[in-house]
C-alpha cells in the first residue's frame, strides 16, 4: 500500500512559497499583504490584509489564506481550514488553489473527493498531481487499481522533475509487465501531447464541475509569482500480496544530522516532528535535552552536502557533525 508522506506545512510542502499577487490599482491589499509576507516577514500583517478581501470572495486572497493555514504563517497551522480556503478558490477557477486542493483533500484522507481535483491537475502537467494520482492507481487506493495508467502518470511527474517520481518509477519497474511498462510509455506520450496543445483562454471558473460554477470574481487575473505549496509524498510502497519494498534510496551514516530547531516546551518540539516527520522518510529523531531546551536533531546523513540539501525549505533548518 502506497505510505503517503507529506511535508507538513507545505509542500511541507514546511516549504515558503510566495502568495499569490493580485494585479490590482497599487493600493490594492492583497498586494499590500504580499509584500508583508515576501519583504518583510510581517505575516500576521498579511493574513490581516488577505482575510477581508477572501471574505469578500477575492479568490486570490482566499488562495493565500489557504497558503498561511497551510504554512503556519500568521495563523496556527490548520489543515482543515486551508483546505476550506483552497475549496473557495478552486471553485472560482484559481489554478493553484485548484492543484492544492486537490492535493490537500488528499493529505487529509478524502481519497475519493481528491480524485477529480487531481486529474484535472494533473492534465494540465501538475507534477505532484500527477505522482499522487499515479500512485493511487498503482495501489488501488481511491479508485479502480491500474497499473498503465499509474505507469504512465508518474512517467510524466518524473519527467517534470519529481525525484519521487523517479524513485517510484524504478519500484514499479520490479512489479509491472514489459508489456504493461510499454503500454504506460504510449499513454504518457500521449498525456504530453495534449498537453502541448494549444487550449483556448478562459476565465477562472472554466474548469469547474459543471453544476458548480460561480460567477467568476472580477479584478484579479491568474496571479503571477505563485509557486503553490508543495505536499511532497514519499515514493510508494507498492503492496502485491505479502511483498513490501524497501526503500531505493539507502540511507548512509556519515556524521551528520539536521538540527530542526529547540523548544523550551518538548511538546513543542514533538509537535513539530509531527509535521515534518514524512520529509525525512527512514530518518529517526531525537528529542535532545540540553538546559531548558529541547532539540530536534534528524539523521543520518552522508555528508554535510546531503544534510543541508534536505534543509531546503525548512526553517530553522542546519546540519550540523554528530
Not at 18 to 35: I, M, T, W
Not at 43 to 56: F, G, I, N, Q, S
Request: aromatic share 8%; with cysteine.
Amino acid at each position: 500500500m502506497i505510505k503517503s508522506v507529506w511535508l507538513a506545512a507545505a509542500a511541507g510542502t514546511v516549504l515558503l512559497m510566495s502568495p499569490a499577487l493580485a494585479q490590482n490599482a497599487p493600493e490594492d491589499p492583497v498586494k499590500a499583504g504580499v509584500e508583508a509576507w515576501d519583504q518583510r516577514g510581517d505575516y500576521k500583517t498579511a493574513v490581516a490584509l488577505w482575510r477581508p478581501e477572501a471574505l469578500k470572495g477575492n479568490p486570490d486572497a482566499q488562495f493565500n489564506m489557504g497558503q498561511a493555514y497551510k504554512l503556519g504563517r500568521g495563523v496556527t497551522t490548520d489543515l482543515n481550514q486551508a483546505e476550506e480556503w483552497y475549496r473557495k478558490a478552486a471553485m472560482q477557477g484559481h489554478p493553484q488553489a485548484q492543484d492544492n486542493y486537490g492535493l490537500m483533500l488528499f493529505q487529509n484522507g478524502k481519497r475519493t473527493q481528491a480524485v477529480e481535483w487531481l486529474q484535472r491537475s494533473a492534465t494540465r502537467g501538475e507534477a505532484r498531481a500527477q505522482f499522487v494520482l499515479g500512485t493511487m492507481y498503482f495501489n488501488g487506493d481511491g479508485v479502480e487499481r491500474d497499473w498503465v495508467r499509474a505507469y504512465a502518470l508518474t512517467v510524466r511527474a518524473s519527467q517534470s522533475g519529481l525525484p519521487q517520481a523517479s524513485t517510484a518509477l524504478a519500484q514499479m519497474d520490479r512489479y509491472i509487465s514489459l508489456s504493461e511498462r510499454q503500454q504506460g510509455l504510449t499513454l504518457a506520450r500521449q498525456y504530453e501531447e495534449a498537453a502541448n496543445r494549444p487550449q483556448p483562454i478562459t476565465d477562472y471558473a472554466s474548469n469547474i464541475p459543471p453544476g458548480t460554477r460561480p460567477a467568476p470574481a472580477t479584478g484579479t487575473r491568474p496571479p503571477r509569482n505563485t509557486p503553490a505549496p508543495r505536499p511532497t509524498p514519499a515514493a510508494p510502497k507498492p503492496t502485491p500480496p505479502a511483498t513490501e519494498v524497501a526503500s531505493a534510496t539507502p540511507i548512509r551514516e556519515g556524521g551528520w544530522r539536521l538540527q530542526l530547531g529547540a523548544f523550551g516546551d518538548p511538546n513543542n518540539a514533538r509537535k513539530l516532528w509531527s509535521q515534518v516527520s514524512g520529509r525525512f522518510p527512514g530518518r529517526q529523531v531525537s528529542f535532545v535535552k540540553t538546559g531548558n531546551l529541547t532539540k530536534v536533531l534528524v539523521g543520518p546523513f552522508a555528508s554535510r552536502a546531503e544534510a543541508a540539501g534536505s534543509c531546503r525549505g525548512l526553517s530553522p533548518c542546519v546540519a550540523v557533525p554528530k
